[in-house]
């Protein structure tokens, strides 16, 4: 086993937690970030992932990533990264698999709908708000809202993608409760989760668009770097047909994007003569990354992704319809409260806005198909299109 590396981020070093859990001690052998990622996995937030969309709007097929079988992927790659580079695995997992709770309904297709309907208020952030959910809207203890989360976890959470120097109003918030130094880099931890979820997605997405018939083996080859793997993988497997190929140069991907990452981020720890986790927050610059040229590759990748599957004219069919529902939702919550749920309408404020940013909340937590089921019972019928 791989021994912590001294600028790992060590539980017994943690910043504590907003609400002290002194008097009752540490239950069980857990330490402070294994027990954040337990609570993260028997939250509320984290189950609504299973119905939420990671590309394709509430997939007919069982075959398809939800945001959260591509949480749990994430995961995985971001463990692998942190054991081999003496990270805090514990720490690496919760940010992997917190760091989608923030998703609304029909993925970025609803964040744009709500983002457009609280412009008035501040806005809306899928970031944001998923410090929101863990520190405020979850409520599974008696004594505080929230899930109680470790420093370093929430700061993972607000941050793993840079510093944040123009926060939303959900991220000022938290920070106002409990500062976490939101112009700093973060811990490498948090660093690395961001980036084993470019590479799961990047790679994913594309066995999920060849499944739906979205993408073609032609067009994706026509990207240099997976036209090069494809051809390594052909040249070990000459007896079988190309679609038995898929799936291993698709690991095959994974696999070289993790070992530049690996490889390149101990470099940059090496050459910055970084030795303490402070350190790293003081570096900077974002210590973990691929090197230049895998930067480039992935680059690359994405624009074509862009350009061939996330814009593909029946996803942005699907991606209008999406933002219908949610849109729709909001404006009849917003003209007539009492149609919320018991619960919402008892916390509803009294002023703006508090009453936006709350029936915002709601439509949040929403997964796709109860978004869906409430728009036909608060709004009426809608059409949707075909598959969605």
């Not at 002290?20 to 239950?27: D, Q, V």
């Not at 857990?30 to 337990?38: G, I, L, T, Y």
């Not at 490498?188 to 980036?195: D, N, P, S």
């Amino acid at each position: 086993m791989t021994l912590p590396a001294r600028y790992a981020s060590h539980p017994a070093a943690s910043r504590g937690r907003l609400h002290p859990e002194t008097e009752r001690g540490e239950r069980g052998p857990r330490d402070a970030f294994q027990r954040d990622r337990d609570r993260i996995i028997h939250s509320i937030s984290f189950r609504r992932l299973r119905h939420k969309t990671q590309v394709f709007m509430a997939p007919d097929g069982d075959h398809f990533r939800v945001r959260l079988t591509h949480s749990l992927e994430v995961a995985q790659i971001g463990r692998t990264v942190a054991r081999t580079l003496g990270l805090n695995e514990d720490l690496t997992e919760a940010l992997c698999l917190a760091h989608d709770i923030g998703h609304p309904p029909f993925g970025h297709a609803g964040e744009d709908a709500l983002k457009a309907a609280l412009a008035g208020a501040g806005g809306f952030d899928h970031n944001g708000h998923t410090l929101r959910a863990l520190t405020r809207l979850e409520c599974p203890y008696p004594r505080w809202p929230g899930l109680n989360l470790s420093w370093e976890t929430l700061e993972g959470l607000a941050k793993h993608n840079g510093p944040v120097t123009r926060p939303g109003w959900a991220l000022s918030q938290a920070d106002a409760a409990f500062a976490l130094d939101l112009t700093r880099w973060p811990s490498l931890e948090a660093q690395v989760a961001a980036i084993s979820d470019d590479i799961a997605y990047d790679n994913h997405d594309i066995d999920d668009g060849l499944r739906a018939g979205l993408l073609s083996l032609d067009q994706i080859l026509s990207v240099p770097m997976v036209a090069r793997g494809f051809d390594a993988v052909r040249a070990r497997y000459r007896d079988l047909p190309e679609s038995a190929l898929l799936g291993e140069m698709v690991r095959s991907q994974i696999g070289a994007m993790v070992n530049d990452l690996i490889a390149e981020t101990a470099r940059r720890i090496d050459a910055a003569g970084i030795d303490t986790a402070d350190d790293v927050r003081a570096a900077g610059a974002c210590l973990a990354g691929f090197s230049e040229r895998m930067r480039d590759e992935e680059r690359e990748l994405k624009r074509f992704m862009y350009a061939n599957l996330y814009h593909h004219p029946r996803q942005i069919e699907a991606a209008q319809a999406a933002g219908a529902v949610v849109a729709g939702l909001f404006a009849a919550y917003a003209a007539d409260p009492q149609a919320l749920p018991a619960p919402w309408r008892a916390g509803m404020p009294d002023d703006e806005p508090g009453r936006s940013r709350h029936i915002a909340d709601f439509i949040a937590g929403m997964t796709d198909r109860y978004a869906v089921t409430r728009y036909r019972e608060v709004v009426g019928p809608i059409d949707l299109p075909e598959g969605f």
